[in-house]
């Protein structure tokens, strides 16, 4: 029996508006934060992130909210 994996789903969110190394750390920090996100990896170059997280947890759209509520635009 598989625990922790079937509810696993995996995002990949365009971000507009970073700019350096400071404004990834800062998304990645906020996807971390949130209750249901498994991990997360913030592309500074082609300006997206990549988030695992639990469907049963966190909805695509409570991530693009913390996209915009970290001060950037969810593309």
Sequence with gaps: ???????????KIGINGMHCAMCSSRMQKAFMAAKG???????LENKCA?????????????LKNIVT???????
Excluded: C, H, W
């Design 1 to 11: 029996m598989m625990f922790g994996k079937k509810n696993r789903q995996e995002i």
């Design 50 to 62: 990549t988030v695992s997280y639990d469907e049963n947890k966190i909805t695509v759209a409570d």
């Design 69 to 75: 509520e970290t001060g950037y635009e969810p593309v």
């Design 37 to 43: 996100v498994l991990s997360a990896e913030v592309d």
